[in-house]
């Protein structure tokens, strides 16, 4: 059984940086890409970010800005954000599709000063 755990999110002034962790466990991970998602309150859950085969996209909301990464030996994918926007704010989720979808829990980034 696949599982995320999503960690790092928290309280950040406009302008900051957060990195954003992701570890998953139940599959082997090096061979499946990596999603990050996020949902802002009243909105529907948007893509942010994918890495796979060693190639990364982005949203055009947060190219430029968002970086990931992935470390396969410690099974985990990482959202470096950087020049945070309090249009930023929402629970960010991470995402590996192994037969189907898998769903951390998410963490919550506020971006507010």
């Known amino acids: 059984q696949v599982q995320l755990v999503e960690s790092g999110g928290g309280l950040v002034q406009p302008g900051g940086s957060l990195r954003l962790s992701c570890a998953a466990s139940?599959?082997?991970?090096?061979?499946?890409?990596m999603s990050w998602y996020r949902q802002a309150p009243g909105k529907e859950r948007e893509w942010v970010a994918a890495?796979?085969?060693?190639?990364?996209n982005f949203a055009g909301s947060v190219q430029g800005r968002f970086t990931i990464s992935r470390d396969n030996d410690k099974n985990t994918v990482y959202l470096q954000m950087s020049s945070l926007k309090p249009d930023d704010t929402a629970m960010y989720y991470c995402?590996?599709?192994?037969?189907?979808?898998?769903w951390g829990q998410g963490t919550q980034v506020t971006v507010s000063s």
């Open positions: 890495i796979a085969r060693g190639a990364t």
């Open positions: 995402k590996m599709v192994v037969y189907r979808e898998y």
């Open positions: 139940g599959a082997t991970f090096s061979r499946y890409g």
